[in-house]
């Protein structure tokens, strides 16, 4: 018998590239995990009549908005996903739960810390269920690390490392700003590589382990101005092109990130490495069904990095898709996602992280930019 699944109409705001990777998960879910909601691509929603129209009849949404104030007032709209630039985040998402809207909103979670305050205010005063997209949590290997340090394997931590390295914006001639470049937009961004990479790898370190108490940052633009796409003329760049911090965390350890889109040959290197007492870890998205593991408790004549491919059924999230021992992807990160708001859904819960969870990333991000800006080591409030 065909299983009956109640279900959860979506209303997207955005056709980008997070558009597409969270209308594929949509789509996927209910083929791969048994949760009983299952998502409807109800709306789709941009200023461009045009561009949404092509975007819904792609994707299998079944009905377009151009203004998002009209699909926030829909009551046929039951969650609300914002993939727009960040700088329509909190506007947004502050209306759509006074609607009454559940919400889904890509990273980072504001342009700043006073900005996703009010939108934590504004969900937790509607009881509405949020959670931010911050994907890389999902990916198995990543999942799997926090396993492994929650059952204490590594024992006390001394070192997290991470980095996010690209090479995209090195050409001077790429103008800021408009619709596929306006995270080179301080308006539109916030920030440069701070919200838009670092902002994965402090989530990730939040998550793994734990609370960051204070950093000490530099920042650094190497093309001071661009020909603005909106514009036309060739403006100043107010975003970090780099950005690299030392962070004291609450455990006791001491952290560094490193994050830059002008680092010629990688286009999306994150990675991060965890040194414990007893044992360390690495992970590498390039690599992303890897976790790497040391254990200085194996006997010392066999005792080595371990390089576990993540891909068994008792790994996380694998049971759900192939045989072991064949990879899955990028993509598979967002359906993990979607999966897991659904499961918390059907009990109650909230699917982690939060708004209230996101707006800690969203704190120390300020405090590495206020650091960059003060040449001083700055407490993460
Ligand atoms: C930037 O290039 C970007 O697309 C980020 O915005 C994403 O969050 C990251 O996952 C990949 O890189």
Redesign the pocket.
């Known amino acids: 018998m065909a299983r009956q699944l109640t279900p959860v109409n979506v209303g997207m705001i955005g056709y980008g590239?997070m558009g597409r990777a969270h209308s594929n998960a949509y789509h996927k879910v209910n083929h791969f995990f048994d949760v009983k909601f299952r998502p409807v691509l109800k709306a789709a929603c941009a200023r461009s009549q045009d561009k949404i129209r092509a975007f819904a009849d792609r994707w299998g949404y079944e009905s377009v908005e151009t203004d998002w104030r009209r699909l926030i007032e829909r009551k046929d709209i039951d969650v609300v996903d914002i993939c727009v630039p960040n700088n329509l985040h909190a506007e947004i998402a502050i209306a759509a739960a006074q609607a009454g809207k559940m919400i889904l909103c890509e990273?980072p979670l504001a342009m700043n810390t006073a900005e996703g305050q009010k939108m934590v205010e504004a969900v937790e005063k509607a009881g509405v269920a949020n959670m931010v997209w911050y994907n890389y949590r999902r990916v198995p290997a990543v999942t799997l690390a926090k396993q492994l340090i929650d059952e204490g394997r590594l024992g006390r931590i001394f070192h997290y490392r991470a980095k996010f390295l690209?090479d995209?914006t090195i050409n001077p001639d790429l103008p800021q700003g408009g619709t596929a470049l306006w995270?080179l937009d301080l308006h539109a961004a916030g920030s440069g590589v701070t919200g838009?990479?670092l902002a994965?790898c402090i989530d990730t370190a939040l998550w793994l382990n734990g609370p960051i108490q204070q950093v000490c940052a530099m920042t650094e633009t190497f093309v001071k101005e661009r020909k603005h796409t909106l514009t036309g003329r060739l403006e100043p760049v107010g975003i970090d092109d780099a950005c690299a911090f030392l962070a004291r965390c609450a455990n006791g350890s001491l952290a560094t990130f490193e994050s830059t889109r002008y680092a010629r040959g990688h286009k999306?290197l994150y990675t991060f490495e965890i040194n414990g007492e007893h044992a360390s870890l690495f992970w590498d998205l390039h690599d992303q069904h890897r976790l790497q593991y040391f254990d200085h408790r194996d006997q010392s004549i066999v005792r080595g990095w371990r390089n576990i491919h993540v891909s068994d059924s008792e790994h996380p999230y694998h049971k759900h898709w192939w045989v072991p021992g064949l990879q899955i992807g990028y993509e598979h990160t967002f359906v993990h996602q979607v999966a897991d708001f659904l499961s918390a859904l059907e009990k109650g819960e909230q699917a982690e992280p939060t708004f209230r969870t996101a707006l800690e990333t969203q704190k120390v991000c300020d405090a590495v930019l206020e650091s960059a800006r003060t040449g001083k080591w700055v407490a993460v409030p």
Do not use: P, S
Request: hydrophobic share 45%.
């Open positions: 590239f990273k690209q995209w995270r838009d990479l994965h999306a």
